[in-house]
Every structure is written in C-alpha cells, then in structure tokens.
Nanobody, 124 residues
Framework: QVQLVESGGGLVQAGGSLRLSCVAS????????MGWFRQAPGNAREFVAA????????NYADSVKGRFTISRDNAKNTVYLQMNSLKPEDTAVYYC?????????????????WGQGTQVTVSS
C-alpha cells in the first residue's frame, strides 16, 4: 500500500507560481512511476504530468508544456510539480497518483494510488 499526501496549493494571481509536493509512504517509492492530475468543477479528471521511477522520463499535457515541471526526490519519497506562468484555466484540485511500474502513463485508470488533492486557484 502507498499513501500519498499533497501540499502546496493555494490562491495565486495569473502569471504567478506555485510548487506542489506529494509525499509518499512506503519503502518502494523508488519503484513507482508518479503522476499529477487535476479536476476542475464540472470537468473530468485530466492528466497534467508524469515521471518515471528514475526521473529520466517525463510526460506533460500540451496545455502545461513549457510552464510546469515535474520532478522527484526518491530519498525523500517526494514528487514535485513546479507550476509557473499560471493561468486562470489552471484552477482545479490537483491530485498526485502512483502506479507500481517504473514507466509513467497519461491515463488515470493506470494509477493505483491517489492522494486527497490540493486546491489551486488562479485569479485573473
């Protein structure tokens, strides 16, 4: 079992930055690929970014490429999402997810474990 706890959300003006963190329990964190997803009210949960166990492979949604960066520190059991140049359309609850394979995926159904989410609100 893996438990995930996100933090770092908040209210920011358009053009600002936030860094989300997700701390995972368990000693096998380094064997898991990790992802970030988001869900705005009335919308389906959508892929944002993902990273392989080693951190070498990363994937991004087109809507965040060049603005968001996913990274991980396996020694700290933590995955990060650095969000720059934020836009009002980035407003959503952001979820951290883990899958017990080493390569990332962009589909939510491929992830076994989920955090409780952290709210990100970008004002115009």
């Amino acid at each position: 079992q893996v438990q995930l706890v996100e933090s770092g959300g908040g209210l920011v003006q358009a053009g600002g930055s936030l860094r989300l963190s997700c701390v995972a329990s368990g000693r096998t964190f380094g064997s898991y690929a990790m992802g970030w997803f988001r869900q705005a009210p009335g919308n389906a949960r959508e892929f944002v970014a993902a990273i392989s166990w080693s951190g070498i492979i990363t994937n991004y949604a087109d809507s965040v490429k060049g603005r968001f960066t996913i990274s991980r520190d396996n020694a700290k059991n933590t995955v990060y999402l650095q969000m720059n140049s934020l836009k009002p359309e980035d407003t959503a609850v952001y979820y951290c997810a883990a899958r017990p394979v080493r390569v990332p995926d962009t589909t939510a159904v491929s992830y076994n474990y989920w955090g409780q989410g952290t709210q990100v609100t970008v004002s115009s």
